[in-house]
Structure formats: C-alpha cells, structure tokens
C-alpha cells in the first residue's frame, strides 16, 4: 500500500470515527454552550447548572433539542478532525526515524497546536453555525422564533447579514482554543499510550486507549475551557442597536466577562466540557485505534 492510499484511509477513519464520537456526546456539548453563554444577558439572573439547562432543553425542544445543531457539528469533523489528526502524524513522523523513536513531549505538544489552529481556520465556519443553532435554543425557551431552521438556512442568512467573511467571525479566539485543545489532547494522548506501553502497564490495546484519552481529555480542558467561553460568545454575538457589536474583539470579551462575571466564569462549561471530552476521545480513539487495526493500518 503506497503513501496516498494510506492517508486516504486516514482521513476516511478519522471522518468515520469523529462522526460516531460526536453524535454520542453532543447532548453534553450544547449544554456547555448554553453554560457559557449564560450569564451574558442581564436576564440570566437564576444559577445555572448542566441538570437544570438539560431540564429546560427537553422541555422547551423535547429530546431531539439536545441534538440543535448536530449537522453542521458533524459537516465541521468532516474537515476538522482528519487535517488535525492526519497532520499530526505526518509531522510526528517527519521528525523521527522510526517509530520507536519517540519526540520529546513539548514537541508533540507544538505539532498538536499546529495541526489544530490550521485544521480551525478551515473548519470555522461550520462551527460558527454549530454554535448559532445551539444558542437558538434559549430564544425558543423566551418564546422567541429561531433565528435558523437548518444548516443551509443558516449559512445563507449569515452571509446575507454579515458577508462570507462573516463565516469566520470569532476565527482568533477559535484557533487559540484549537492550539490548545491539540497541544492538550493530542500531545498527552500519543505520549501517554507510549509511556504506558513502555513501561508495560498494558499492552496497546482497549486499556492503553481508554488510560491515554482520560488523561488527554483533562489537559484539554483544563487548557482550552477560557478559550472555548471568549470562542463560544465571540461567535454568538449579533449586531444590536446601531449595528454594534458587544464585544470588539477577542481580547475585549475575555476582559469584559472577567471584569463583569468574575475569573471562574473563564471556566464556565468546565465540567460538561470534561464531561463531553472525555467520552468523545474514548469513542474517537478507541474507534479509530480500532478501524486502523482493520484497514492494516500501524497504531497511531
């Protein structure tokens, strides 16, 4: 099997296996949006927490509520995860000799932000719609029309109101968030299965995949989840009275909800985005370790 037919594998695998984690875990992702975006309106006066928005979901949406937003989040892994993924192993590879010749952590952990801020910038877009049709939620709850009725009807009013460079809104503070979740996940969860393996805790297997996406899924977390809150509300806002925008840029929205909502409201979301992290990975992972093992593909 030549280079190409072996990177086409790739990126089909890696499409396939992010597909099925992000169906299975997305119920947990809008709740973490929804967390993050509470608190922005002068109206969110009462406690949020993940159970109380979830009850709140059902009942306003039902449960296909906590599937808004599932097509444009899966459109986004379609490009995100196989140019992250595939682009780290190819710049993993280009390092080392052989495979037993491993790099240093602080390089994988370079590689994985590379990887992910370039698979971002491409992938944006479809994560500003992911994102938009996530919080159309709380308008359905005030008793408010949506503003989007699906993945296309969304793309055609952003750039109807905003321009195609409207796509990208928030990119800056999308692909910080992005450097930091592969520098986290995909830095910790290669040298976390080579650490196991060599020191012979198991063999790399089930065990090996399932100990290195815990620890990977909390080093994204802890990294990103400041990131993740800038990102998630960066993208959700609109123009309001006078065509303006709350927040200015990236650096604007992280010192206006320090200052008005505190330092902790940096980590809102921490706990579904864990929650959801941990999950996604096991599936991903144990998926993809799973598929390449079919295809007579090498261990990642």
Known sequence: MNAGDRDVKKILLTSLS??????ATFPVDLLKTRLQLHGESIQSVRPASAFRMALDVTRTDGVLGMYKGLSPAIFRHMFYTPIRIVGYEHLRNSFVQSSDNSLPFYSK????GISGAIAQVIASPADL???RMQADGR????GIQPRYSGLF???NKIVRAEGFL?????VSANVQRAYLVNMGELACYDHAKRFIIEKQICNDNIYAHTLSSIVSGLSA???????DVVKTRMMNQVAGVESKFKYKNSYDCLMKTVRIEGLKALWKGFFPTWARLGPWQFVFWVSYEKFRWIAGLQSF
């Open 129 to 131: 719609i992911k994102v």
């Open 166 to 170: 409207g796509l990208w809104k928030g």
């Open 109 to 112: 952990a370079v590689i994985g």
């Open 139 to 142: 308008l359905v709850s005030q």
């Open 153 to 155: 009807d969304a793309l």
């Open 221 to 227: 977390t802890a990294l990103s989840c400041p990131a």
């Open 18 to 23: 992010a597909m099925v984690a992000e169906t």
